[in-house]
């Protein structure tokens, strides 16, 4: 069983930018794609952002241009950058990993956008 660890959420303004952190159990170069969902109130959860480990990341239409998802190998973590945040991106974001088929979720963060 693999255990992500998530923090960074909170309340910001819109416009405002905010530095999600997800840390797994095991190394992350033993997961074949890594990446961040997101649950709004009575929505489907979602991908936000998507790294695999060899290969471009990919990133929903609603996000491309000021979400950023990376990884420190170093630090043994995952980010997503979030800027110019506006009231829609209001949601749960999870962090998840994938290694041979079997995807891996963390607990969710809460991020809202409001003013």
């Known amino acids: 069983q693999v255990h992500l660890v998530e923090s960074g959420g909170g309340l910001v303004q819109p416009g405002g930018s905010l530095r999600l952190s997800c840390t797994p159990s095991?190394?992350?170069?033993?997961?074949?794609?890594m990446g961040w969902y997101r649950q709004a109130p009575g929505k489907q959860r979602e991908l936000v952002a998507e790294?695999?480990?060899?290969?471009?990341?990919r990133y929903s239409n609603s996000v491309t241009g000021r979400f950023t998802i990376s990884r420190d190998d170093a630090q043994n973590t995952i980010y997503l950058q979030m800027n110019n945040l506006k009231p829609e991106d209001t949601a749960v974001y999870y962090c998840?990993?994938?290694?041979?088929?079997?995807?891996?979720w963390g607990q969710g963060t809460q991020v809202t956008v409001s003013s």
């Open positions: 998840t990993v994938n290694r041979q088929g079997n995807a891996y």
């Open positions: 790294k695999p480990n060899t290969g471009s990341s």
């Open positions: 095991d190394s992350i170069f033993s997961f074949n794609v």
